[in-house]
Every structure is written in C-alpha cells, then in structure tokens.
C-alpha cells in the first residue's frame, strides 16, 4: 500500500491538472486501502474540507473528504475506515467536455466488473436514472437511458450492506438467487432468444420455472385476442406472449432491465439488413420503431439507445405466405400501429 499510495500522491505533481479533467477510476479503486490521514495527505484538504455529516438516508455520521482541485468526487470515513467515494455529475458539469465522467464507456465497465449486478431504481429520481451495483467489484454506476455515467460510486466489496443502507435501498427480491442476466445483453443472446421462438409452451414454462404470479392471461394492446404472458427476470429477461399456446411475441424494455443499454441500435440494423418498416412511436416525437417482418425483430430506438425489442413470428422468405402474413398484421395490431403505404411491396 506504500508504494501505491507514493505514487498516487505524485501523480498530481508530475501531471499538473490534466489527469484530473478526467476522473481517475484507477487510483480511486487502489484509495480504499488508504487510511483517513492519507486520504486528506493526498487531496491536501484544507480544515473547511474536511466535514463530519450523515449522509443521505443513513443516520451514521461519516468524515467527509474533498478537493476538487485534486480529484473530484468526495471521500467518506466512518471511525478512520474508508466507507465509500461518491462522484455525482447532475448539476455540477452541464457538458461533456467538464464532465469528468465523459471518457467512462458503461459497456467496458460493465465487463470489467460484471458479470454479478444488482439493479436498483433510484428513489428520489423516478425513472431515469438507473443504479447498477457490482457487489463483487464494490463500484456503482448511475446511468441514464443513452449509456451516459451520470456518477459513480466505490466502496469496499464487505461494505455492500452499509452502501445500500446509505441510499435507502433495499436488495431486490431474490437476488441472492443464481442470476445469468448480467452476461447475456449481445446480438448472441439475441440470436439465441430469437430461437426459443420454436420452443414449446410447455417446454417454456419448464424452462422458466415461473411463479403463479408471473403467469398472467389478458388481451394486449388494441387485440381483442387474450393471451398468456409468461416472464420469470430470474431465469429470462422479457415477457413471452403466447395465443391458444401458440408464440406470438416476445418483448424486453429498459425499463425493466436497464441492461437492455448496452445493446447499440446500429449494431442491430446492421444484424438484421436494410429491409424494414419505420413506425413513429407514439409515445414520443424523438422515438423511431424499426420493424424487420422477414426477421421477426422490431425495436423501438432514439438513435442511441435500445428501450424495447420485441420478436415475433418471422415472414417466410417467400413473404406472402398467408398465416406469415397473418402473424406479422397481428403484431402491428397489438401495438395499434398502421401500416406505410409500402405494405404490400413484399
């Protein structure tokens, strides 16, 4: 740890403030082997700096840290031992260019700490954004819908209880439970999700293991068809929609698995070809829905991030097969989505 800690604190002189327009994850990771005293040694904090506070939810009373000067971000201590380092870039950086988390990329962060994720929904915040905890690892992200690291966290690994006890948020249901969703967000699990198409209702529920909550039978959207929906997040992300036991759909949204964001929308149209119906969706001005009828794929996109993708039965290359065709008008019904002009020129 002295040798860690000597060049850490040299850093600053021998690269002035250049390292530190970004945000230095590596020297932050190897600080929580610091003491107190090295901490402030290291941010040269001066007395104002230094704070004794509780933080958040959490009554504890924590010794704060910070110069931003140094780093950004604040250092947090209970009884001399290093608890957590926060860095939030809500308010304090309004572009790019000073946000010192800009140069993060969540994807490579998410394979370098995954594959073990806890994905919380922040309280204070609704919908957007989304809190990604690696326990193993001892970092958190807050993310937002276009893959922007809006902050990060880093605690020690021992320390996971006392993290989410700070912020008030509970471990999910169940996720003490072998869990394969953090490793499956790719265009391989998607051609694998693409084949359970073919899979059997009876084979399905076996394989999902749902509970009887999580089987539910009700009409979809605009079709007056009732249909059983079947989702287990602990086995499969998604919800699989099924007619007289027959598939009909499949969908995942980002809303119910952030992870969903780590797919790239242009990865995808490239994956599935220049063929495609584009749909404006309804829900905002700024959301395209691009459907691929010959693939079976759709997915609703702003351009940089994934918020659905939806997979039904595929047209047959021949494209006026009745029942294909059939199939594809049901699942533009269900969304109460018209088709363009070109309809027929498949």
Not at 296 to 307: E, L, R
Request: hydrophobic share 35%; proline share 8%.
């Amino acid at each position: 740890m002295n040798n860690i800690f000597s060049v850490a604190l040299t850093l600053p002189m021998l690269l002035s403030d250049m390292i530190f327009m970004t945000f230095p994850l590596e020297q932050i990771l190897e600080l929580r082997e610091a003491s107190q005293a090295e901490v402030i040694e290291y941010l040269s904090s001066s007395p104002v700096q230094i704070k004794v506070d509780s933080i958040f939810q959490c009554r504890t009373r924590y010794t704060s840290i910070e110069n931003s000067d140094i780093s950004p971000g604040d250092f947090y201590f209970r009884d001399g031992e290093f608890i957590l380092f926060n860095l939030f870039t809500y308010s304090e950086y309004t572009t790019e260019d000073d946000n010192p988390l800009s140069h993060l990329n969540i994807q490579d962060l998410h394979q370098r700490f995954g594959p073990e994720v806890i994905r919380l929904r922040l309280r204070s915040s609704g919908f957007w954004p989304v809190h990604l905890v690696y326990p193993s690892a001892g970092v958190a992200l807050r993310t937002t819908g276009n893959r922007t690291i809006m902050g990060i966290s880093i605690f020690p690994p021992e320390a996971l209880d006392e993290y989410l006890l700070i912020y008030d948020e509970p471990l999910p249901h169940g996720y003490y439970r072998p869990n394969p969703l953090p490793n499956t967000f790719s265009l391989d699990w998607l051609d694998r999700t693409l084949k359970m198409r073919y899979v059997s209702f009876s084979n399905l529920v076996e394989y999902l293991s749902p509970s009887p909550e999580q089987i539910q039978t009700q009409p979809v959207g605009k079709c007056s068809y009732y249909y059983t929906i079947i989702q287990n997040p602990d086995r499969h992300p998604g919800r699989f929609y099924f007619r007289k036991n027959n598939f009909t759909l499949f969908r995942v949204s980002l809303k119910d698995t952030p992870e969903l964001s780590l797919l790239n929308p242009k990865d995808l149209r490239q994956r599935f070809g220049f063929y495609e119906f584009r749909f404006r969706a309804r829900g905002s001005a700024d959301f395209v829905h691009f459907v691929y009828p010959d693939a079976g794929v759709a997915f609703t996109t702003d351009g940089t991030t994934v918020y659905t993708i939806d997979l039904f039965p595929a047209i047959s290359s021949q494209r006026f097969n009745l029942y294909d065709f059939t199939t594809f008008l049901e699942y533009v019904t269900m969304y109460d989505e018209p088709l363009p002009s070109i309809e027929r020129s498949f």
